[in-house]
């Protein structure tokens, strides 16, 4: 079974800096996606950047970029010139490509801080 | 932006009673899902629904459980018989077509389950 892990409970930045969330993942399957979502409190989980693992590319939306190493079975997410905003719950999730698994796997979590 | 909403936002239960929650996905999504978060532990996948039927559950998506989609833009989870470990925020999320690195989910603020 694919396990997804974020070792990080909580983090916290200062605004402006640059912060990096790690997560690690288990899978035997070659194909497959990556996805962080951010939460903030008493919202709904928003897709911040996602990652097909057959691309090499690292996927980048604006502040957000990922450093995403497939044998290492890494997929961590920075976030450059931190804003007040990004504060929230940020989770890692994995799901396998194809037909048949419908379900993401996600991991704990990482309550990310900004302080001002 | 669409939305999915989900109602109520908090319902408090007693042990054995049934409950039914609700949620109204965004209007051209063809896959719904539930997930649940127990407090302080990982988001996980409950089942998925497709064309009027089940398309993947997981092990937690037991005899309990049941989901349905009564009219063309409700989706609804119905717990049978709370239990105590019930108690958790369900989300419910909806995508175009089945999760790729190109179709994503998204999720509705929750319901907050709580069962005394």
């Known amino acids: 079974a694919q396990t997804v892990t974020q070792s990080q409970p909580e983090m916290s930045v200062q605004e402006a800096e640059t912060v990096t969330l790690s997560c690690t993942y288990d899978?035997?399957?070659?194909?497959?996606?990556l996805f962080w979502y951010k939460q903030p409190p008493s919202r709904q989980m928003i897709l911040v950047i996602r990652?097909?693992?057959?691309?090499?590319q690292n996927a980048t939306e604006n502040r957000f970029s990922v450093n995403f190493q497939k044998a290492a079975k890494s997929f961590s997410l920075k976030i450059s010139d931190s804003q007040l905003g990004d504060a929230a719950m940020y989770f890692c999730a994995y799901k396998l490509a194809g037909g048949g698994a419908d379900g993401l796997t996600f991991g704990k979590g990482t309550h990310l801080i900004i302080q001002p | 932006e669409p939305e999915v909403t989900q109602t109520p936002s908090h319902q408090v239960t007693q042990m054995g009673q049934e409950v039914i929650l609700r949620c109204v996905p965004i209007?051209?999504?063809?896959?719904f899902y539930w997930y649940r978060q127990i407090l302080g532990q990982k988001v996980e996948f409950l089942v998925s629904?497709?064309?009027?039927?089940?398309?993947?559950k997981s092990e937690i998506f037991d005899d309990q459980f049941s989901v349905e989609r009564p009219d063309g833009s409700n989706f609804t989870l119905k717990i049978r018989s709370t239990k105590l470990e019930d108690s958790a925020m369900y989300f419910c999320?909806?995508?175009?077509?089945?999760?790729?690195?190109?179709?994503?989910?998204?999720f509705g603020a929750g319901s907050r389950l709580t069962v005394l």
């Open positions: 999320a909806s995508s175009e077509f089945r999760v790729s690195g190109a179709n994503v989910l998204t």
């Open positions: 990652q097909e693992a057959y691309k090499q």
């Open positions: 209007s051209n999504h063809l896959y």
């Open positions: 629904f497709y064309n009027n039927e089940i398309s993947e």
């Open positions: 899978t035997s399957e070659s194909d497959y996606y």
